[in-house]
């Protein structure tokens, strides 16, 4: 077999040992510069994106016996540090992001078009090589563009705070459709629901455009929302309830009915339904942990004339 091939049980072995090799933390410049090398092999960058793939929506080793089977092996015996081990260290280094996929991500190498995703009830952090850092909310995804002169995230879906380092020689883009976030160093936050864009300033300014064309130039405690091409006027928000979501919460203060559920559901595989549309407005009050459906729906029933019926796919109902 060539430095190029992946193939069978000598893949996963090579896996196997690089999984183990890079769970020994600190990985040496040496090693990062060696996995730099890899990727330029014609091929490899795409072997790596799909493994990538592949992790990044299971999060497990399930699926891939092989690897599985000698990882246990490897955990025992030190990596080869050979040429031939090269091939797969990018299936290695994904390998420790879906072991440690609710925990930070220390993201040492450069980023070019890496993608980041959650599943429903999952948060992530990262910190990307710059130092700048992204929380990632349930269900959601993003991918990262580190070049010469510009820092751009694309984000996809969901809600993402950015904590971004200063560099003002290559500013930070934030794409959502068609809107856009620009900062040189500041905190926000800017979350994608099919066409609404809702975009929170925390720390710094940010400069917001839709298409070409510029809205607002947002400054600490503002916020706007763009949904399809027209934006809102800029308004005041409240920080804390707003990034709520960062300390594991949502603040149901103010919300209606309609919203609080479906801000609810976006933390649970089995959502909470609503057989009583005359309450869809109803405004409610306090706090939930995400996905704490009991507690929601129990704040709801106790102030409402509501009754809540937990359905055979799990899934809860509220009626009259």
């Given amino acids: 077999m060539n430095d190029n091939e992946v193939e069978g049980d000598d893949a996963a072995a090579q896996v196997a040992h690089w999984y183990a ?55 025992t015996r030190s990596a080869p540090s050979d040429r031939r081990s090269l091939r797969v260290g990018a299936m290695a280094a994904l390998g420790i992001a879906a072991v440690v996929a609710s925990l930070t991500i220390f993201s040492a190498w450069p980023l070019s078009g ?109 916020g706007l929302t763009l949904d399809g091409a027209q934006p809102s006027a800029v308004r005041t928000v409240e920080i804390t309830p707003a990034l709520a979501w960062t300390q594991g919460r949502i603040m149901l203060d103010g919300m209606t009915l309609e919203r609080a559920i479906a801000e609810v559901n976006r933390y649970v595989e089995t959502p909470v339904r609503l057989d009583a549309p005359d309450f869809a407005q109803a405004r409610i009050s306090g706090s939930v942990e995400t996905g704490d459906v009991g507690s929601f729906t129990a704040a709801v029933t106790t102030v409402l004339p509501l009754k809540a019926q937990a359905n055979s796919d799990g899934s809860i109902t509220l009626r009259l």
Avoid at 42 to 64: C, H, K, M, Q, S
Avoid at 173 to 196: I, M, P
Avoid at 203 to 215: F, I
């Fill in 21 to 75: 090799r890079l769970q020994t933390l600190p990985v040496s410049a040496r090693t990062l510069e060696q996995f730099f090398e890899w990727r330029k092999i014609p091929g490899n960058r795409e072997a790596f994106d799909a493994v990538d793939l592949f992790y990044r929506e299971t999060g497990t080793l399930a699926g891939r016996p092989a690897i599985a089977a000698a990882t246990a092996q490897a955990l």
């Fill in 114 to 222: 890496d993608r980041y995703a959650t599943a429903i009830g999952e948060q992530r952090t990262i910190r990307l090589a710059d130092g700048s850092k992204v929380m990632l909310d349930t269900d959601t995804v993003l991918t990262v563009a580190f070049e010469e002169k510009a820092r751009r995230i694309s984000l996809a879906r969901g809600q993402a705070y950015f904590t971004v380092a200063h560099d003002t020689a290559r500013p930070f883009t934030v794409e959502a459709g068609d809107a856009r976030v620009l900062a040189t160093g500041t905190q926000f936050d800017v979350q994608r629901s099919g066409d609404r864009i809702d975009v929170t300033l925390v720390e710094g300014r940010v400069r917001v455009s839709s298409g070409e064309q510029p809205v607002a130039q947002l400054r600490a405690g503002q």
